[in-house]
């Protein structure tokens, strides 16, 4: 059954210039009189709970009346909004600030706008035959992992942006930005007061998302953010309190102290351990993805949620305090091109390459970890996405004539002013892999798991405190030149439980890409699928495969991304699939020995 809701503007139809083509995608609409509302998402501002979808409808339009084209830019939650005007000729699509977790597509086509909040179906509607590929999005995806707005893998049609809006009126339509991820000229400084307010919001926003504690299931890494969420919903007496945790006994995660804080705060955990096998739901993951995606996380997002909706809809978790408080800010480095072609520093990554790759070294762990030590905070794309395709190396990568500029210049970022450079690593770095890297696959299988993924560090009135905070609060600079991360968040966590669960090495909740290519046979398997894939031939110089697989654990991830480009190529763009593929990747692959051994 359909999800979608796709619409046309056409001016050169002036008695029904707007139609609805499908509209099961909204979660209510209704008409007044010759205008309508639809809402697709969650809308946290709507003045109408409780009454019918026209009077909801009607309210909305009320509002519109009274505020103009900004009726909807104060209102929290994840929603896309789409609103005729029949009186005025006037249509309004509307993209709130948090687009990961919703999304609105745009396409003009034969002098008509065509709208919708599904990708595949949209392209489909609007291209007869086989959609084109953008070569420029796929370029944006190498380099970083993910596809940021308007980019969205096909020609003609883009995304809308967080805050976006598009007005369409008589033949000509333009698009707006609210400025919704402002941050104010005006910081807040008051160490003991900010962190009063900071608990009272949290306590607000996570009351109001556990609104029924037996449908509600907390994520937990053992991290600062979760087991915030954890030990406030403990003081609101949120019970039954449920725990979802995902590790490895393999790999290094912080499952354990997970479980110490789920024992803290007596809630009931619930624990997955990965195998590396989870790599065989990809096509399934890739189709429902819609655009070009992959990042380690992404299988343990998809475990997490999964595993959560067995106890309960409403899943909390704690994305978005990295971005938010900007700790990632201290991998930037402006001059990172200029330090990286030097001639020592090409002689010393060079020496320090080929150790790693010495027999009884090249499968340790720890010595890879040391060597990337020598080299920390040179590579600004490895935080933001790109896991190791510097910006001085992508071109090698790809066939000459069509990367170009990439939109998001992170070498651009001021360095003079440590307050700047705080803010734009805010805004838009890590905004963007906030809500196109993190929120995307939340948002994407939000409507398979029925499932209701929240973060409250991302409900508005959170959100703006944070972005008010002075540099001091937020990430201060230290003695030395480190940074002291999410310093008001870790004062929180201090105030709710025992300070020895967090003063420690961070070890992450992150699977490493390696678990899912271990076996060799398995991995063969995938680099000649990659060898023979003719799209992939179009793009990528063959010397690529070659240093894959020259050094296979420190190519696991590149190795992932190509493989999901060609599933995605393959499922949505080749085979246009209406339902997602029941296959796995052995199938997909014809690697059926497996099932045989």
């Known amino acids: 059954m359909s999800r979608n809701f796709t619409g046309r503007f056409d001016p050169c139809y002036p008695d029904a210039p707007f139609a609805l083509l499908d509209e099961a995608g909204f979660s209510f609409s209704g008409w007044c009189g010759n205008r309508f509302v639809g809402v697709g998402g969650h809308l946290a501002g709507d003045p109408g709970v409780g009454l019918s979808d026209d009077q909801r409808a009607a309210s909305l339009l009320s509002r519109y009346d009274a505020c103009g084209d900004d009726f909807a830019v104060d209102w929290g939650g994840s929603f896309n909004l789409v609103l005729w005007d029949g009186d005025q000729r006037r249509l309004l699509l509307y993209q709130d600030p948090l687009p990961g977790a919703t999304f609105m597509y745009v396409a003009e086509h034969e002098g008509a706008l065509y709208f919708g909040n599904g990708l595949r179906s949209l392209a489909g509607r609007v291209f007869d035959g086989r959609p084109r590929v953008d070569r420029q999005a796929i370029y944006q995806f190498l380099c970083r992992s993910y596809l940021a707005p308007p980019a969205t893998g096909f020609e003609g049609v883009s995304q809308l942006g967080p805050g976006e809006m598009v007005v369409a009126e008589g033949g000509r339509w333009q698009h707006r930005q609210t400025g919704c991820w402002a941050i104010p000229a005006e910081k807040l400084g008051d160490q003991e007061a900010c962190l009063q307010e900071y608990r009272r919001l949290l306590r607000t926003s996570i009351e109001r998302h556990a609104t029924d504690p037996d449908d509600t299931v907390f994520l937990l890494s053992g991290g600062y953010d979760s087991s915030v969420n954890v030990a406030v919903a403990r003081d609101l007496e949120i019970m039954p309190l449920r725990t979802v945790g995902i590790g490895s006994e393999r790999f290094s995660t912080d499952a354990g102290y997970a479980r110490r804080v789920a024992e803290i705060c007596g809630s009931e955990h619930h624990e997955y351990l990965f195998d590396g096998w989870e790599i065989e739901r990809l096509p399934w993951l890739v189709w429902n993805l819609e655009s ?34 900007a700790n990632a800010q201290r991998r930037v480095r402006p001059r990172h091109r200029a330090t990286t072609d030097t001639p020592a520093y090409r002689t010393r990554r060079r020496l320090v390459d080929g150790a790693l790759r010495l027999p009884g070294i090249r499968g340790s762990r720890r010595a890879h970890c040391l060597g990337d030590r020598l080299f920390r905070g040179l590579d600004v794309n490895g935080w933001s996405g790109a896991y190791g395709f510097r910006a001085c190396d992508l071109a090698g990568w790809l066939r000459p004539g069509w990367h170009g500029q990439d939109r998001y210049d992170d070498l651009a970022i001021p360095d003079h002013d440590l307050a700047a450079l705080l803010d734009h690593a805010c805004v838009p770095v890590s905004r963007d892999y906030l809500l196109s890297g993190i929120l995307a696959i939340y948002g994407k299988l939000q409507p398979q798991l029925d499932v209701r993924p929240i973060s409250p560090y991302l409900d508005v009135d959170v959100r ?98 190509l493989l999901s480009l060609d599933l995605w190529h393959q499922l949505v763009v080749e085979r246009r699939d209406d339902e997602p593929p029941e296959e796995t990747l052995s199938d997909m692959l014809g690697m059926f020995w497996r099932e045989n051994d």
């Open 292 to 325: 070009p995606y992959f990042e380690p996380g992404m299988m343990l997002t998809y475990y997490a949620l999964t595993i959560a909706r067995k106890h309960g809809r409403t899943v909390i978790g704690g994305e978005g305090t990295d971005q938010l408080f």
């Open 464 to 561: 703006r405190f944070i972005l008010s905070l002075d540099p001091s609060l937020r990430t201060p600079a230290m003695p030395g030149g480190g940074f002291d991360d999410k310093r008001l968040h870790k004062d929180l966590a201090h105030q709710l439980l025992p300070a020895d669960l967090f003063d420690r090495p961070k070890q992450g909740g992150a699977i490493s890409a390696w678990s899912h290519l271990e076996d060799d046979q398995f991995r063969a398997g995938i680099m000649r699928h990659l060898r023979e894939s003719e799209f992939l031939s179009t793009m990528l110089k063959p010397g690529i495969f070659d240093r894959l697989e020259a050094d296979p654990r420190r190519g696991a991830v590149h190795t992932l991304m």
